[in-house]
């Protein structure tokens, strides 16, 4: 089975800090995503990376940054985390090319900023 | 810019009504269909997805899709449910743009089912 690994399962994090979300996928996809879960909002797409060092922005990219130096690792850093940022980030992973590639996703990372 | 709307953010029903939950997507030209699950404390899943041939798409547990291009829908149906089924849905669609592969998910649906 495909399996795609969040390193850390639940953060808090101060206002103003540098955060760092990792991700890694063991079934050599070329596609890695990260989205941010908000109950009422569904899953919005932050960043998405369609090979290494390749990146483009979904739909919510303002106050994130992304980092895909390794095929199987992609990386989610808020820069200056700020209370709004808090949410479940979501990553998952997919074959590359245009198909009906299935997404496969991590358990989620919770965060929280005060 | 592709988008997908689900009508219904909160389905109550008995355990063996029918479910049909909505979906309707906006982007003009080719798109993969999907609809994912998340059961409580568990991943997102994959239940079904149409991709061409067959509009009506079988998935998991008994859960069947139909796409209708005409309508830009592809709604969720199950002719029973049963408790099991209470998780949260999310439609997506996956628009084939520049080569590679962008997907954009609904806002959800929560189904609660009642023994």
């Known amino acids: 089975d495909v399996k795609v690994t969040q390193s850390s399962r639940y953060l808090v994090k101060r206002t103003g800090e540098k955060v760092f979300l990792e991700c890694v996928q063991d079934m050599d996809h070329e596609n890695m995503f990260w989205y941010r879960q908000d109950p009422g909002l569904g899953l919005r797409l932050i960043y998405f990376?369609?090979?290494?060092?390749?990146?483009e922005k979904g739909d919510i990219p303002e106050g994130y940054s992304v980092s895909r130096e390794k095929k199987e690792r992609f990386s989610l850093i808020l820069e200056s985390a700020s209370t709004n940022q808090t949410s479940m980030y979501l990553c998952?992973?997919?074959?590359?090319?245009?198909?009906?590639?299935?997404?496969?996703f991590g358990a989620g990372s919770r965060l929280t900023v005060l | 810019a592709q988008s997908v709307s689900q009508h219904n953010h909160h389905v109550i029903l008995s355990e063996a009504a029918s479910l049909e939950l909505g979906c309707n997507y906006s982007y003009g030209g080719t798109v993969n269909l999907f609809w994912y699950v998340q059961y409580p404390g568990q991943h997102l899943q994959l239940l079904l997805k149409?991709?061409?041939?067959?509009?009506l798409v079988k998935g998991i547990k008994g859960f069947e899709a139909e796409f209708i291009k005409s309508k830009f829908s592809f709604n969720l149906r199950k002719p029973s449910v049963q408790w099991s089924d209470t998780a949260e849905y999310f439609c997506a669609v996956n628009a084939n743009s520049g080569g590679y592969q962008k997907v954009t998910f609904g806002t959800g649906t929560k189904l609660q089912v009642i023994p």
């Open positions: 998952a992973s997919s074959l590359g090319g245009t198909g009906a590639n299935v997404l496969t």
């Open positions: 149409y991709f061409s041939g067959d509009p």
């Open positions: 990376s369609y090979d290494v060092k390749m990146k």
